[in-house]
């Protein structure tokens, strides 16, 4: 085997019949082939086969949205990998925190990286919402994905809120008891709201679960359902819309 | 909805209508009844009915250990006890504006909040910040002996101190 | 060719046998003209996927280069009897928080957030979002007046709650509007300023607004909520 050639292996794993029942398309050198490997792909598919070259340019989204994107992605990763040390009770919830400092190897460093993503989140949705503002891509068709952006704003602010608690420190408790008092100021709904959420009149055990149920499970299928109609309405509305484009009046011919 | 083209249907007068019409508001009532009783059902669920909560009522000491101008700070209860010119009145520590624990300042003889810079007066009332209210007083008994119980769940109106 | 055409009448039809046509409405007054925008369109495969491909791994390296030079923050264990001082919420939140010390909670903490998400969703349904040009192609005199009592009436409002990290921004923006008046020659900025519209301006007032509130919030608030600077924020007990 002194000629052995990874090209040579690559080819063998293209051709073999394993390989060519999950991949139908050949090698994405023709434009057939290369449609084929967008449009015959589940993760792939939401985007056309062909798009218009100045929406590769850096500035007409700034990647915001993407960006956002993959930040959420990256917070169920991580926080997955945190829920496998995490117990929702007091007082183990803060020594669970300790574990994860001291004592599981990586634990810091998902901690952290759950940490940073999550704020890199809420910073990519707000500077995202700008952009599109000032690009003045929520124009027909695409007022509604606009209120679905609102939407997704909400809930990735209630995520990181509801996630601020679980640590159970200082900060946490605190931060979570001003903002529910804040909540008790709502007329009428208030104050029920508030016990509801807290399951009880004080920042509690019954808080912490109630909080943990809603960052872990209910807040993230939310995201996902509403993230899901977002990309699909892009997709639906003729694509990326960057800044607003010129009239083509002076390209009309008779 | 399912509607029959025009010429099928009946001469109706306004106030009639179809069999089909009839079941399909029928139909959809019951599933308005069904959604409403499920979303009672699971609020009703989620409200917890047993709260395991501290006690609201404690022994807060002899009123002999409050003679005038004593103010003690139980943190536990988050209360002021505190020995007034008209008596023992019980004061609530929790600022009225968010929910955060006030605390004495010392040497100013004041009472102030740490989260938004509210500040009280010994009476409670409000000197400056964004409390929105006094810090409620609380309800002070004492038996024969003397012995203070305060209950943090019952709030009385300002200036009904305990007189000794 | 030369025939007269039929009058075009639309139909809807239920007919699944019938194969709809396109049908380019022309008016007569007018010459049918092409509007052609060279699009030039590239393949989603390879030229979008290598992008995004790209844009994944630099947000995902980013976020570990700075999970392991940064680590996230863990006080005390929580003391429902000791508040800390500062006690303060997230980030997002200290721009709220911040209104707190002016208003009472009911304004601060449930009118003015959701005023805010009412005027975020109805941007899209609003026409002048919609046909908005450069803010003085209008009506000068009127637009005018109605600025000035717009920025004095906030004005007084929020002064009047001593509010004064709204009234500054307020102020600058207003008076932004009225130097976006000129013509600009010769100063790019002020020319970009003169096509800037309405809601860009109030949506930028806001977007001020909230960033000057947030920073005096994070970095100029200690103990006690009082005013100080950042590096005194937490002091030698």
């Not at chain 2, 083209?5 to 209508?17: H, I, K, M, W």
């Not at chain 3, 009058?7 to 046998?17: A, K, L, R």
Request: charged content about 15%; some cysteine.
């Amino acid at each position: 085997m002194s000629s052995f050639q990874l090209s040579a292996l690559g080819a063998l794993i293209r051709n073999s019949a394993v390989y060519r029942s999950i991949i139908r398309h050949g090698v994405a050198n023709t434009n057939r082939n290369r449609s084929l490997v967008v449009f015959e792909n589940l993760f792939l598919h939401v985007h056309p086969v062909k798009v218009r070259e100045k929406t590769l340019k850096f500035s007409h989204t700034y990647w915001l949205g993407g960006i956002t994107l993959v930040a959420s992605f990256v917070l169920i990763v991580t926080g997955i990998f945190l829920m496998f040390y995490y117990h929702p009770s007091v007082p183990q919830a803060y020594r669970d925190m300790k574990e994860l400092m001291f004592v599981v190897d990586n634990g810091v460093f998902y901690r952290n990286m759950h940490r940073w993503a999550a704020h890199l989140m809420v910073f990519g949705a707000l500077l995202h919402m700008l952009r599109v503002f000032y690009h003045r891509a929520y124009k027909p068709p695409r007022q509604f994905n606009w209120v679905v952006g609102v939407i997704l704003l909400l809930v990735t602010l209630l995520l990181s809120y509801t996630g601020y608690l679980l640590p159970w420190d200082q900060l946490a408790f605190w931060g979570v008891s001003v903002g529910t008092n804040m909540a008790k100021e709502a007329p009428l709904v208030g104050k029920p709201l508030r016990f509801l959420m807290l399951g009880g009149n004080i920042v509690s055990e019954n808080a912490l679960l109630r909080f943990y149920v809603l960052h872990c499970v209910v807040l993230p299928t939310v995201l996902l359902l509403f993230l899901s109609v977002h990309i699909w309405r892009i997709r639906k509305d003729g694509g990326v819309q960057g800044p607003p484009e010129k009239d083509a009046s002076d390209e009309v011919e008779p | 909805m399912l509607d029959e083209t025009a010429d099928s249907l009946p001469e109706l007068t306004p106030g009639e209508e179809t069999r089909r019409q009839f079941l399909t508001k029928v139909g959809l009532g019951a599933c308005v009844m069904t959604g409403l009783g499920a979303a009672l059902t699971v609020a009703d669920y989620l409200e917890p009915k047993v709260l395991f909560e501290p006690p609201t009522s404690f022994r807060a000491g002899n009123v002999a250990d409050f003679p005038e101008g004593t103010v003690r700070f139980n943190q536990e209860q988050k209360v002021y006890i505190v020995g007034g010119a008209a008596g023992v009145f019980a004061m609530s520590a929790v600022c009225t504006h968010l929910g955060c624990i006030t605390r004495p300042v010392s040497g100013e003889g004041g009472i102030a909040c740490p989260c938004h810079g509210s500040k009280f007066d010994l009476e409670g009332n409000v000197t400056h910040g964004p409390a929105p209210h006094p810090l409620p007083w609380l309800e002070v008994k004492a038996d024969a002996a003397g012995n203070l119980t305060v209950d943090t769940s019952v709030v009385i109106p300002h200036g009904k101190a305990l007189k000794v | 060719m030369s025939q007269i055409p039929q009058p075009f009448v639309p139909v809807e039809s239920n007919d699944p046998m019938v194969v709809p046509k396109r049908v380019a409405m022309v008016r007569p007054d007018t010459r049918p003209t092409i509007r052609r925008r060279e699009e030039k369109f590239v393949m989603t495969f390879p030229h979008l996927i290598i992008r995004e491909v790209i844009m994944f791994q630099v947000v995902v390296i980013g976020l570990a280069v700075i999970a392991l030079l940064f680590n996230a923050p863990l006080e005390g264990l929580a003391n429902p009897l000791e508040t800390p001082n500062p006690s303060k919420a997230p980030w997002y939140f200290l721009g709220l928080q911040e209104l707190l010390h002016y208003f009472p909670p009911v304004v601060a903490g449930v009118v003015i957030p959701g005023l805010v998400v009412v005027a975020l969703v109805v941007i899209p349904y609003a026409r002048i979002n919609l046909v908005a040009g450069p803010l003085w192609s209008g009506d000068r005199a009127k637009l005018r007046n109605g600025i000035a009592a717009v920025t004095v009436a906030l004005t007084v409002l929020f002064a009047a709650f001593q509010c004064w990290a709204i009234v500054v921004p307020t102020l600058m923006v207003a008076a932004a509007m009225f130097v976006a008046r000129g013509e600009g020659k010769g100063q790019p900025f002020r020319r970009f300023l003169t096509q800037v519209t309405l809601p860009e301006w109030i949506m930028t007032w806001f977007v001020l607004v909230a960033t000057v509130l947030t920073l005096i919030g994070t970095f100029f608030r200690g103990p006690g909520w009082s005013l100080v600077w950042p590096w005194n924020m937490y002091p030698p007990a």
